[in-house]
């Protein structure tokens, strides 16, 4: 007669990484990773051991903060949303032509390669590295600014706008060319109404982006309300930096609910 | 049927907006523009500058090539530092961003105070820049990668807090419950019923975030934050273009590199 | 074992789900609790083991009023109380294993849970229940790789892992097929009758309710409308429970046949059957 089953007492998960040696090996090589990238930063530690009472000074130094110099401040943030705006203009405008170029279902091959090209380059260099090849080719100001907002703009429109070409259903291409329209003619009538309200969209957003992004581009003398932030904190002024830096998480915010309702009205 | 009443029938214009709509239309249209405008003249953009900007630029690119690749050699170990803030910026991150994301959220946090706490850390760490959060940092620890991984993670905090956040408020309430009704404490909940269902979204939006981190990171040296922005901003000081050239490069690549490994994992592990 | 008294609900949405419910189960028997949508059994079941919080009335188990525990005792009177749900309510990302040791939550401390590290006779516990369910090797599956059916067997051992004293049932059968219903019924059964488990058990399917119970209770508009045999149930009672229908062919063929044709009685007659067991 058979007895009673017996069942076993001990039980593991099964583990992600089945072989326990992988796994010991995974969990070394975390370790090795870390223990090599503390070696290899160079690493002022006494200079650091004495950031939290200096955290502490710099914070009692901050409070309150110092409203009283509102004119520059205001100078700034308003320097800052001409820039994101001037920049969101143009930057819309500009990548209309690069992102059809940059389509694959519009544009022929050398076009479109040549347009992507442009769309990753841009894309890929931080805007604060861009902001600071402007500075130096056309001085401290705006300017410097302006464009490389313009040109961050440009790439990420022109690359969202593509990719919604791309992705168009290839049928209500088909049926406007089937009637013999011209790529102009194409232009006006297929593509246009259905890439209109995504683009102004992507546009919205962008501009809050770049009223964001206007904020550091100044740290390195681009203009607006970040150049004033960056003097500011050279002259140990933190009561006037924690002023600045309550007046861009505002600036933020506003700009954030304002992309929001424009976005939510255009649906 | 008579012309008259054929026309009458069927109207001979047809528009798509009413003339009111085509109206507004045209005064937000106009709106725009005299806006964009005003704001140009109000920066006072030197105009003159734009007669020889492309000499100018043709003159950087003449002097950027051939870049300097001896130079590669210095340009090595800030690059890895530069890694190295990233990864770690976003590895205490994960750490950090973790508990303030359970505070953050509805279902998980203990009362509307802790909650409101939660949602002010995130709101303020996503308000301020990488960059500018370099410039506090800095302020505190003395320029160097110290202040460059605090920089990465105080600004990556908001953005997985908000993330893992909305993961938790999405959990399946039911599992939550039949958790509970087997008399588990808080932690257990929180450990067998919440953590599973959200791990994946934890993964994914970190390694996420440490591609970001990685481009983010190449500048913090402008502000002294450590990493190949340091050596980036002297050569520009310095107006060495061909090293600048060579930097540009680099960071090119490992942007590249780091942006189609982050997609690569991303693949596999949703 | 188990004296309800008096049990009000009202959701903050004013919706007054239970109205008095008073009810008593001595023996270890299976209780199925049927009633039309929104009668409140959900409600009723909740309230047992505080996922609901009652708004007035007593809840007894044991001795121990539910009802005015902390909670942290509420914690340890939870572990005494088995849940099984509709929607399984599994972790779904965990492996079968994992789901069934989470029943020993409430027993083991959060070192254990957290290490995955449970005590031996719990791993046994788990494989012998895993057995009885028929769900033999599926202690490494995921969760999220089983059928409903699979999954409702997961969720009869998850709750008897805590060696419940008390099993609460909302509702096991209502998204499986008939045969696979019949199985899940006869498991949860068989498994309360063997421990000498009393069971409560809401259930929409009067049939299947008559030939697994050994009691039934009607609720109607958070009230006791009927307590007793199933046999019980014929076509007045299920008018009484959930209205005007044809019963005739699910009504339980009681001794007298005749009964059948008579048209079904109103409201009124049937206050002294509504008292409460
Ligand atoms: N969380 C809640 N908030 C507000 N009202 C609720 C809530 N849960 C249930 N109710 C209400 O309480 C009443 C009883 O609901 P309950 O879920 O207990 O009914 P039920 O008998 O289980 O119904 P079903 O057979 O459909 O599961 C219903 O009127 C319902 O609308
Ligand atoms: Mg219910």
Request: proline share 5%; with cysteine.
């Amino acid at each position: 007669m058979s007895s009673p089953p017996v069942y076993p007492t001990r039980w593991k998960p099964p583990s992600l990484i089945s072989s326990p040696a992988a796994r010991r090996g995974f969990v070394a090589l975390a370790v090795l990773y870390l223990l090599w990238s503390f070696g290899t930063i160079e690493v002022d530690w006494s200079r650091v051991s004495r950031g939290l009472p200096r955290a502490a000074d710099l914070f009692s130094r901050m409070f309150p903060p110092d409203f009283s110099r509102w004119e520059l401040l205001v100078k700034g943030v308003g320097e800052s949303v001409q820039m994101a705006f001037v920049a969101s203009f143009f930057g819309m405008a500009v990548a209309v032509p690069i992102g059809l170029c940059a389509a694959r279902n519009l544009a022929p091959r050398p076009i479109y390669l040549a347009a992507r090209g442009i769309i990753v380059i841009t894309r890929t260099l931080h805007e604060v590295i861009v902001a600071i090849i402007f500075v130096k080719v056309f001085g401290f100001g705006p300017l410097a600014g302006v464009l490389t907002l313009f040109v961050a703009s440009l790439s990420f429109i022109a690359k969202m706008l593509a990719e919604d070409i791309e992705n168009m259903p290839p049928g209500s291409l088909e049926a406007i060319r089937a009637t013999g329209a011209s790529f102009p003619k194409l232009l006006v009538y297929a593509i246009t109404p259905q890439m209109l309200p995504r683009y102004l969209g992507v546009s919205i957003y962008r501009l809050d982006a770049n009223l964001r992004h206007s904020t550091v581009v100044g740290i390195v003398g681009a203009g607006g309300i970040g150049q004033v932030l960056q003097a500011s904190f050279n002259r140990y002024d933190y009561d006037f930096s924690l002023a600045i830096l309550i007046a861009i998480v505002a600036l933020v915010f506003i700009g954030e609910f304002f992309s929001a309702w424009i976005r939510g009205r255009l649906r | 049927m008579t012309v008259e009443e054929h026309a009458r029938r069927y109207p001979e214009v047809w528009r798509r907006f009413s003339p009111r709509q085509t109206l507004v239309r045209y005064a937000w249209y106009a709106g725009i523009v005299f806006v964009a405008l005003w704001s140009v003249r109000q920066l006072e953009i030197p105009w003159l500058y734009f007669l020889d900007a492309h000499v100018q630029a043709a003159d950087l690119l003449v002097r950027m090539f051939p870049p300097d690749w001896a130079f590669i050699e210095q340009v090595l170990d800030p690059l890895i530092e530069t890694i190295h803030i990233a990864t770690l910026g976003t590895a205490f991150t994960f750490i950090i961003a973790f508990p303030i994301a359970f505070l953050s959220a509805r279902n998980t946090t203990y009362n509307d105070l802790t909650w409101l706490i939660g949602r002010f850390i995130l709101v303020t760490s996503r308000s301020v820049n990488t960059v500018v959060w370099g410039l506090v940092f800095v302020a505190i620890f003395g320029p160097g990668p110290v202040a460059g991984i605090w920089a990465i993670t105080a600004r990556s905090i908001g953005f997985m807090g908000k993330l893992i956040a909305e993961a938790i408020e999405e959990v399946d309430e039911g599992t939550i419950e039949a958790i509970e009704a087997t008399g588990a404490s808080r932690l257990q909940v929180l450990w067998i019923g919440v953590l599973p269902q959200v791990l994946p979204i934890i993964w994914g939006t970190s390694i996420y975030r440490w591609d970001i981190n990685i481009r983010e990171s190449t500048v913090l040296g402008f502000v002294g934050a450590g990493g190949i922005g340091i050596i980036l901003y002297s050569s520009i000081n310095l107006f060495a273009w061909s090293e600048v050239g060579i930097i540009i490069i680099s960071i090119f690549v490992v942007v590249v590199f780091s942006e189609f490994v982050s997609a690569a994992v991303r693949q596999r592990i949703t | 074992m188990l004296t309800i008294t008096d049990l009000f609900k009202r959701y903050p949405t004013g919706q007054r789900a239970l109205n008095g419910v008073s009810l008593t189960v001595d023996l270890p028997q299976v209780v199925a609790i049927i009633g039309p949508s929104g009668a409140g059994k959900s409600t009723l079941l909740r309230c047992v083991n505080r996922l609901v919080e009652p708004t007035s009335g007593s809840v007894v188990l044991d001795g121990i009023d539910i009802t005015k525990l902390s909670r942290r005792e509420l914690r340890r009177a939870r572990r005494r109380m088995g849940m099984i749900f509709q929607e399984y309510n599994l972790v779904e990302r965990l492996t079968v294993m994992e789901n069934l040791l989470s029943g020993r939550l409430g027993y083991v401390g959060f070192w254990r849970t957290y290490r995955r590290r449970y005590p031996p006779e719990d791993i046994r516990m788990a494989y012998e229940l895993l057995d009885r369910v028929g769900l033999t090797g599926y202690e490494d599956t995921r969760a999220d790789a089983l059928s409903g059916g699979e999954r409702q067997r997961v969720g009869i051992a998850r709750a008897l892992m805590q060696q419940p004293e008390l099993l609460l049932v909302d509702e096991p059968t209502a998204s499986l097929d008939p045969k696979t219903s019949r199985q899940i019924m006869r498991i949860i059964v068989e498994l309360a009758q063997e421990r000498g488990t009393p069971a409560l058990l809401n259930i929409h399917d009067v049939v299947l309710a008559q030939s697994f119970a050994d009691r039934v209770i009607g609720l109607r508009a958070g009230k006791v409308v009927f307590d007793g045999a199933p046999n019980g149930l014929d076509e007045k009672v299920l008018t009484e429970i959930y209205g005007e229908e044809d019963w005739s062919t699910t009504a339980a063929r009681g001794e007298d046949e005749d009964e059948g044709g008579k048209p079904p009685r109103r409201r009124g007659d049937m206050e002294s059957e509504a008292a409460v067991g």
